[in-house]
């Protein structure tokens, strides 16, 4: 059973920094790829940074290039993901979602139904 649980949401002022992480227990998949995706109210999630397993591949929404970063760690027992996001603003305000595909070996789909496995989501608000 995959487990993504995220953390580091919060209220931010615009131009602020937060980090968000995905602490993910996959043991069993042996390669994947790893997303942050984010939401608001009556608009569709949308994809937003994603990174493969290793590090080696990453992809940023138009969106939030040059201000957020996607990287990765990993030990024996869990895989982190964590979302860098510099220069915020009120049009990032959105619940954030870690989610996590093994279905496309070293490609990072940036559409919601290609990943099998989400976390509960964490807030992030940055008031105009």
């Known amino acids: 059973q995959v487990q993504l649980v995220e953390s580091g949401g919060g209220l931010v002022q615009a131009g602020d920094s937060l980090r968000l992480s995905c602490a993910a227990s996959?043991?069993?998949?042996?390669?994947?790829?790893m997303a942050w995706f984010r939401q608001t109210p009556g608009k569709e999630r949308e994809f937003v940074a994603g990174?493969?397993?290793?590090?080696?591949?990453?992809?940023?929404a138009d969106a939030v290039k040059g201000r957020f970063t996607i990287s990765t760690s990993k030990d024996n027992t869990k895989s982190m993901v964590y979302l860098q996001m510099s220069s915020l603003k009120p049009e990032d305000t959105a619940v954030y979602y870690c989610?996590?595909?093994?279905?496309?070996?070293?490609?990072?789909?940036?559409?919601?139904?290609?990943?099998?496995?989400w976390g509960q989501g964490t807030q992030v608000t940055v008031p105009s």
């Open positions: 990174i493969t397993w290793n590090g080696g591949r990453t992809n940023y």
């Open positions: 996959a043991g069993f998949i042996s390669t994947y790829s």
């Open positions: 989610a996590l595909t093994w279905r496309l070996p070293g490609a990072i789909p940036i559409w919601p139904n290609e990943y099998a496995y």
